[in-house]
């Protein structure tokens, strides 16, 4: 590229010589006419390299190439060691909390709603009381087999039947909503996980429990639920003898009810 450069300048002064000779400019125009056929070119040099650049790659050396190589193959050893201590973490230590929690909260499902023989192994149908009665059959004649089959059946019809007693429901009864021109009436709250939000207005003299009874009715069971404040956020303490006041609720207030976090021992 750089010989055709030089060869055209020389084309192209010579074609001013010739031209300056044939003339009848003097020097002075005709060094202005080489200054600006100079620009001419200078410009035209530029906007081709401007709007069609030349990129010349380089041969890659095999120095280069050894150590892309190498760099490869310790990117994907680092890489496949760094999976396996990820998959080693979530199978040894992430997993078991994840059961760890659901057996929980299985359990306190099971218990809330009183299926705790749920949480029983049971006893196998067909264990040893079953094998006991087939060996002794083997041996013993006919009435031998009846008579012991008959008082087998007297055991089992005198054995006193345990009838379950129902267990009762509790009912919820909240009190009458005050007026809003009441004194000491509050507004509250209570923005479930749902996304839904629900608003009561309670007198600040009444018991704190009211408002976990209401958060049952609301579907929130206390077992599972608990009350905190927005900010800063704080459980709310609730019991028999204390009264709204006495949980720090004295103006209209937002409630969050949140799940509470099982502990792990």
Request: hydrophobic content about 35%; charged content about 25%; aromatic content about 8%.
């Amino acid at each position: 590229m750089s010989n055709k450069c030089v060869v055209f300048c020389v084309l192209l002064a010579g074609f001013c010589f010739i031209s300056w000779k044939h003339s009848l400019i003097g020097v002075k125009d005709a060094l202005k006419l080489a200054g600006r056929g100079f620009i001419f070119l200078g410009i035209c040099t530029w906007l081709k390299y401007f709007f069609f650049p030349v990129c010349q790659e380089l041969p890659d050396s095999p120095l280069l190439e050894s150590n892309r190589q190498k760099q490869e193959q310790v990117r994907r050893v680092q890489q496949h060691q760094h999976n396996d201590k990820t998959s080693d973490y979530a199978e040894s230590v992430i997993k078991p909390r994840q059961n760890v929690l659901l057996q929980q909260r299985m359990e306190r499902y099971h218990r809330m709603t009183g299926e705790t023989w749920k949480l029983s192994q049971g006893f196998p149908v067909g264990g040893e009381d079953d094998q006991v009665c087939g060996d002794a059959g083997v041996d013993e004649n006919p009435n031998q087999g009846a008579r012991r089959r008959r008082k087998l059946l007297q055991t089992v019809t005198h054995d006193p039947v345990q009838q379950e007693v129902p267990k009762q429901k509790k009912v919820i009864v909240l009190p009458d909503e005050p007026s809003t021109d009441t004194e000491g009436v509050v507004k509250i709250a209570l923005r479930c996980p749902s996304g839904r939000t629900i608003c009561r207005r309670f007198l600040k003299t009444w018991s704190s429990l009211l408002l976990l009874d209401w958060m049952m009715k609301a579907g929130y069971h206390p077992a599972l639920y608990t009350l905190c404040t927005s900010y800063p956020r704080t459980v709310l303490i609730a019991a028999a003898d204390v009264s709204l006041e006495e949980a720090g609720i004295l103006t209209n207030t937002v409630l969050n009810v949140e799940e509470k976090e099982p502990s792990i021992t």
